[in-house]
């Protein structure tokens, strides 16, 4: 499932990525979720693969999680793979996520690493391989500090979406990271060691947009209070302090390359984020958003 917004550029070699390992219809289902682009992604597939690819457009811009849930809705694979319209598989994703779940019939998700790429395609970095999930582990706790995973490289069974729902849509900017902690704490995980996606990492891409405006951080703060909710053992205070330690790091970045927009926005932010030992007050209005957006859940 391929969810686009504006990547239209980049998007043939999403697609021909996917191709390139196709098993043909009966094996698999290829389908593009576009949010209301303006910049014609349609074309683009019937260019680069006629009606081997679903095409499916939204009727407004809904936003990163409610794509992400009509890609769900519209799934009908056992094994649900949500392909970035501007991230590319390498060679062997499908073969190896595959074996994965056969290997680990109980297991729900099964994640990899990711190589990040610039704009154009040049590497940057790789993402890091969480020993803990080498094996099948219940065990969300390595995910907890932030989200060391990359969507295009991640496969979830259907089953689990059936059973536990899909994307949180009150957040939107962080529900891939709620949702592979939810996945790993209900059914378990596992994590190959292997750099099986690229994902690309550009001033135009969702994160970077998120980042400048402080929303995401937002977003982790709210995140916090929700797994707060759910796990006993989760450490709220600790939590705000790696929020209040990436509000940092982004400001001197944004201030080294003088985006003073950036650098405004995210000094708004900062009074936002609980100072140590000042948890209660923040803590009593992050309950009330939890019920008011119906995602709190009974600690466990």
């Known amino acids: 499932m391929i969810p686009t917004f504006n990547c239209a ?3 043939r070699e999403a697609l021909e990525g996917v191709l390139a390992q196709d098993p043909g219809r009966a ?6 979720v576009d949010d209301c682009s303006t910049d014609e992604p349609e074309a683009v597939c019937r260019q680069v693969a006629g009606d081997r690819v679903d095409f499916h457009r939204q009727p407004r811009n809904v936003g990163v999680s409610r794509n992400f849930n009509t890609c769900l809705r519209r799934s009908r694979g056992e094994l649900v793979h949500i392909l ?10 499908y073969e190896r996520m595959s074996g994965a779940a056969s290997r680990w019939p109980g297991a729900a998700i099964f994640m990899a690493r990711a190589r990040h790429v610039a704009a154009d395609g040049a590497p940057l970095a790789t993402s890091p391989f969480v020993a803990a999930y080498r094996e099948r582990s219940c065990d969300p706790r390595p995910l907890w500090p932030a989200n060391p995973l990359r969507t295009p490289a991640i496969v979830v069974r259907r089953r689990f979406y059936e059973r536990h729902g899909g994307f949180c849509e009150a957040l939107d900017h962080v529900a891939d990271w709620e949702m592979w902690v939810r996945a790993v704490a209900s059914e378990g995980g596992v994590m190959l060691d292997a750099v099986l996606s690229r994902y690309r990492e550009s001033a135009s891409n969702h994160s970077s947009r998120v980042q400048r405006s402080g929303d995401g951080l937002r977003d982790w703060l709210r995140v916090g209070q929700l797994f707060a909710s759910r796990y006993a053992d989760f450490d709220l205070e600790a939590h705000h302090r790696i929020v209040r330690l990436a509000a940092s790091e982004h400001l001197d970045g944004f201030r080294r390359r003088g985006d003073l927009e950036a650098v405004a926005r995210l000094e708004r932010l900062l009074p936002e984020i609980p100072p140590p030992g000042r948890e209660s007050g923040w803590t009593a209005w992050a309950a009330r958003w939890l019920r008011a957006t119906g995602v709190a859940e009974p600690r466990r």
């Open 9 to 11: 550029s980049v998007l």
């Open 27 to 32: 094996a698999m289902q290829i389908a593009v």
């Open 84 to 93: 970035h319209g501007d991230d590319v598989v390498e060679p062997g994703f």
